[in-house]
């Protein structure tokens, strides 16, 4: 068998296994195994396109492949970051990618009570509080996620910076986009805010009995 037919013959059976791949990828509903058999799709159209000389198709793989496996890795350090912050201090370092700062001045209003909640904000510098409760935020909070789970997606309280600073904000859509991409993420997200909301109300109990002892006092 020459090499023009050899050529012919591997052009083939890679099409047919590129084919049984891209077929494959419609039947999958999250974006790590869709990336998987992307790659592999890619590798097999390299692998058929050296031979055949057809240097269109092993250009475009050859960009792909790396794409897909960079988005591959950002999937998977994403879900890591995620396991790790929800087994350890709460931090949401891993959403800083995916946010967009904003710098504050003293006595500017962040958001408003009673008002349609769209985003969440990690404070990273500055002082801020939430005006009916009066508790003051520290740096590395995250303030405005209640709202995301909430039915009515309201904000139930006034978020003022009383000391001028930066925060990063994310809004809700983004961050259903990631989990509609990996429900893995989402699986985790809600147990870290689920750890977060006891969190909150533990504190506000401690608030409660302050105020509790400082009344008998």
């Known amino acids: 068998m020459d090499t023009s037919h050899l050529a012919e013959h591997l052009g083939a059976a890679g099409s047919v296994f590129a084919s049984i791949f891209v077929v494959a990828t419609y039947t999958m509903r999250t974006m790590i195994p869709l990336r998987v058999f992307g790659m592999l799709t890619n590798v097999i159209l390299i692998a058929t396109a050296i031979p055949s000389h057809n240097y269109l198709q092993l250009a475009l793989h050859g960009i792909l492949l790396p794409l897909n496996g960079y988005r591959l890795h950002q999937m998977l350090q994403l879900v890591r970051d995620v396991k790790k912050s929800v087994n350890s201090d709460l ?119 302050e105020k509790t002892a400082a009344a008998s006092a």
Not at 136 to 159: D, K
């Open 91 to 209: 931090s949401l370092e891993w959403l800083k990618p995916f946010m967009t700062e904003r710098k504050c001045a003293a006595g500017e209003a962040l958001f408003y009570k009673d008002e349609k909640a769209e985003s969440m904000f990690y404070i990273v510098s500055g002082r801020f509080r939430l005006v009916e409760s009066g508790i003051e935020l520290p740096v590395g909070a995250i303030v405005g996620e209640f709202g995301m789970f909430s039915p009515s997606n309201l904000r139930t309280q006034t978020l003022e910076c009383i000391e001028s600073g930066v925060v990063l904000s994310v809004n809700y859509t983004q961050v259903e986009e990631l989990y509609v991409q990996n429900p893995a993420f989402g699986f985790y997200f809600l147990r870290l805010f689920s750890a977060r909301l006891f969190q909150n109300i533990e504190r506000l109990e401690q608030r409660l009995a």
